[in-house]
């Protein structure tokens, strides 16, 4: 389906459904926060469950109905980037996962954040979604509330969604690599004086 990304879009033409799915999940990403901070588990576990599916539906929504626009291009990997900074805060500030793993993760959004507002800067546009970048975003989606799930309860599955957290925050740097190597490649491909 052609995309209906066009220079000069109206506010009115971005408010689209995914957007505002987007949009939502930022709510449910402070909302995730609070109960978790609150110890209101059994909900915490709910909204946070709901947040990651909002993450595949919004882009699936929007390839399906042609409504891919500039502001999703942002909006959907700020609101992943939120949500992930939340849950990796609040694990850690509950002791449920490591603060090296809260490292790893936080560096990973520091660089590509940093990256991004330098490659912006000259005129580089917004890179594509990868699908390592979104298979390990879901990975950690999956591991990360399994972490908080098993912690206190089962110390095996705890450990071993510790380890898969990790082993995806390894993917989740290969994805930064992609985009880094899209915004390279961008870069080179514009024109002089661009």
């Not at 930022?26 to 946070?48: K, M, N, T």
Request: hydrophobic residues 55%; without cysteine.
């Amino acid at each position: 389906m052609e995309s209906t990304v066009r220079p000069g879009m109206s506010v009115r033409e971005q408010v689209t459904l995914p957007n505002l799915i987007t949009v939502a999940r930022i709510g449910l990403a402070v909302a995730f926060g609070l109960l978790l901070v609150r110890s209101v588990d059994g909900w915490a576990i709910a909204v946070l469950f709901v947040a990651g599916a909002s993450d595949f539906l919004d882009g699936y929504l929007a390839r399906r109905l042609g409504q891919t626009s500039a502001l999703g291009r942002v909006l959907d990997p700020a609101a992943d980037r939120l949500l992930t900074a939340v849950v990796i805060l609040g694990l850690a500030w509950r002791d449920i996962i490591p603060w090296w793993l809260v490292a790893l993760l936080l560096a990973r959004d520091l660089v590509m954040g940093a990256a991004l507002l330098w490659w912006r800067r000259r005129g580089t546009a917004t890179p594509q979604v990868t699908f390592l970048g979104k298979s390990a975003t879901f990975a950690l989606y999956v591991f990360l509330p399994l972490s908080y799930l098993a912690y206190g309860r089962w110390d095996g599955v705890h450990t071993f969604a510790i380890v898969a957290a990790a082993i995806s925050s390894i993917a989740y740097w290969g994805s930064a690599v992609q985009y880094l190597a899209q915004l390279r490649k961008s870069r080179s491909a514009a024109p002089l004086g661009a």
